[in-house]
């Protein structure tokens, strides 16, 4: 073991032993960013990167079992990602299907997908379909996997759904209209029933949220992290829950 680890590991069990879990976020979100650059930085593909990242998130679920998060959102795959060229495309959504297959044989994750299905090739709908359906009663962390998401399309499919289950009831606009409120809208996005997250968590160095979870995030605290994805270790985590923890959330009061 090198020096330069042992003291990182020293330093994290320091953290970690001062960390009150009463003030642990029960909902994390994670934008998983800087996989790219990573494995440019690296010497290596896109592809390589890809995979380093996706074998991160068995890690970073541990961390947060250890430290009583009930619910992580991974952002996984954007909308726009969906435009990149087939050469990257197509290999990146091999590795994120490998991933949920992986999630979901674990056996300590509920395993639910976030996002426009109908967006994604059909394979990788029915990885999503079979990891929800084989971890249905899994009474362990929530794995909200992000395929195919962006915060502006789930509020205009939220709309959407609204729409037409009012459609099927026979109700008219005017008494749609008088009735239509925030929590309403919450009963159709894609994390209904969920609390929303209480942190948000980027890497990679990008202070921007890039479309997630816009509707939830109302009131998250955000905590943006130098490092690329794959390099992120367990006291860049503990080091954000810390941080996470001295702030005072005022909810606009």
Same mark, same amino acid.
């Given at each position: ?14 953290? /970690? $032993? ?6 642990? +976020?029960?909902? @994390?979100?994670? =934008? ?24 991160? @998130?068995?890690?970073?679920? $541990? !961390? ?20 990149? +060229? /087939?050469? /990257?495309?197509? +290999?990146?959504?091999? =590795? ?5 297959? *992986? ?17 994604? +090739? ?14 249905? *009663?899994?009474? $362990? ?9 962006? $915060? ?18 026979? %109700? %008219? ?7 239509? *409120? ?32 816009? !509707?939830? %995030?109302?009131? %998250? ?33």
């Amino acid at each position: 073991m090198k020096l330069r680890d042992l003291v990182y590991g020293l330093y994290a069990r320091r953290v /970690e $032993g001062r960390l009150d879990h009463a003030q642990v +976020p029960k909902h @994390i979100g994670v =934008i998983l960013d800087g996989n790219r650059r990573w494995a440019r930085a690296a010497g290596g593909t896109t592809e390589q990167g890809h995979k380093a990242g996706a074998s991160k @998130i068995q890690e970073l679920l $541990g !961390w947060c079992s250890e430290t009583d998060v009930e619910v992580v959102t991974l952002w996984l795959l954007s909308t726009d990602n969906l435009d990149r +060229p /087939e050469e /990257e495309l197509v +290999p990146l959504l091999s =590795i994120i299907e490998g991933a949920v297959r *992986d999630l979901a044989a674990d056996g300590r994750w509920r395993v639910h997908h976030v996002g426009n299905r109908d967006l994604l +090739p059909s394979r990788t709908q029915t990885v999503l379909k079979e990891a929800e359906r084989d971890t249905e *009663d899994i009474d $362990g962390i929530l794995v909200n996997v992000a395929v195919g998401y962006g $915060g502006r399309q789930e509020i205009a499919d939220a709309v959407r759904s609204l729409l037409l289950d009012h459609a099927t009831k026979g %109700s %008219s606009f005017e008494e749609l209209a008088e009735i239509v *409120d925030i929590d309403l809208i919450s009963e159709h996005l894609y994390t209904r029933g969920q609390p929303d997250p209480d942190l948000v968590i980027r890497t990679s160095g990008e202070q921007r949220l890039s479309g997630f979870m816009l !509707w939830q %995030s109302a009131h %998250s605290e955000y905590y943006f992290c130098e490092v690329f994805w794959p390099a992120f270790r367990k006291v860049d985590f503990l080091r954000a829950l810390r941080d996470y923890a001295a702030r005072h959330r005022r909810y606009g009061n």
